[in-house]
């Protein structure tokens, strides 16, 4: 429960799309995290591309913004709560299958040559999804590498065998 005027994070989901004028359910699931459980809505609507956006950019900032409020009290503190996953008719969850089939596919690459693979910069979300794929892997092995010049947010994953 939130304590952003005592309204959970899917009650608080629900007052901003009514307010943006769609019609839709949101369906609430927990998934395993690093730490805990990770909550997920996913919005069924008759019109998922108008809430989904160019590349999923609307989706991101709905997600965004549902987060910023979750993570601050009624004296607008803020305080860390576990991320909400914020989905549309499963399309980010497609999106994880197929970035994930396609990190598989390097994966099968270094297997076969032995070579290191350095996948290219991305968020703290999708190497971690990488880094949980294949922490049971009995050839393969990941890591986190800072990239030069970045600012120590911006990393990479190297894919590598045990």
């Known amino acids: 429960m939130s304590s952003?005027?005592?309204q959970s994070p899917?009650?608080?989901l629900e007052l901003l799309l009514g307010h943006l004028g769609f019609v839709f359910e949101v369906e609430e699931s927990h998934e395993?995290?690093?730490?805990?459980e990770r909550l997920r809505l996913n919005i069924r609507t008759r019109d998922p591309g108008r809430l989904i956006?160019?590349?999923?950019?609307?989706?991101?900032?709905?997600?965004?913004l549902l987060n910023r409020l979750i993570d601050r009290?009624?004296?607008g503190d803020?305080?860390?709560?576990?991320?909400?996953?914020v989905d549309v008719e499963g399309y980010r969850r497609k999106e994880q299958d197929d970035f994930l089939a396609t990190i598989r596919q390097k994966a099968d690459r270094v297997r076969e040559t032995g070579k290191p693979?350095?996948?290219?910069?991305?968020?703290?979300?999708?190497?971690?999804m990488i880094h949980q794929?294949?922490?049971e892997d009995p050839e393969v092995t990941t890591k986190s590498v800072a990239v030069e010049g970045g600012n120590g947010k911006l990393k990479t994953v190297v894919l590598q065998v045990r």
């Open 117 to 128: 693979e350095t996948l290219p910069p991305m968020n703290a979300y999708e190497r971690w």
């Open 53 to 64: 956006g160019r590349d999923g950019r609307t989706l991101d900032e709905v997600e965004y």
């Open 78 to 85: 803020v305080h860390q709560t576990p991320r909400i996953i």
């Open 10 to 12: 899917k009650e608080l």
């Open 133 to 135: 794929a294949f922490q």
């Open 4 to 6: 952003h005027e005592g």
């Open 32 to 36: 395993p995290a690093d730490r805990g």
């Open 73 to 75: 009290d009624e004296e």
